[in-house]
């Protein structure tokens, strides 16, 4: 797999659990920023409709290293455990991608 | 709604079918970026693993007249019925979102 490499992932929390969803995600985020210097992108969108938005993470590694890193972090693990405090109305889909065409920013 | 705010499309592709689908994605792409001055962001992902890849469209568009022009193109409407060729498992997803934490780039 090339390097670095894009996650995105996507968080379906159910109706009334993403305030919640919301927090955690932003909590782990700082930490990633502070931990975790290959990762090089942890972006939290949030859907802006709904009672039970979705939520898309938008991830880049610089290497496997710094995925593995990732994922065996206290910060990770704490998310995954609360995860299962019955918040998702789905289990969190996790797709390894490429940008394959278009264009990121006209800025 | 605040502006400019992105759009999120999830597109998951029938089994066999994701190159089509990539290259109607690329094509619109081009187009997009031609002739869509408040398009400011339109990238097509595809997931690295599978025999059917899931395509994330990441979008942003300046404003709301901005994305008015992109819905009535005749690109996009191409690729609309394009779609229809029975490429698709499932509708595309398409959300409205807002980053709401984590960052975008350690570089």
Redesign the interface.
Known sequence: ?PEP??I?A?IEPKPGKANRV?EL??TT?KA??ANE?G???????????GDAP?F???E?YKDQASLKAHGGSKDFKELGRAFKEDLLAAPM?V?????????????
């Open positions: 797999m490499f894009d995105i996507v919301e995600l932003k985020a990633v920023q210097p990762t090089l992108r942890y972006q939290v969108n949030r859907e802006t409709k979705t898309v993470m938008l880049t889909k797709l390894f991608t490429k940008a394959v065409g278009g264009y990121a920013s006209k800025l």
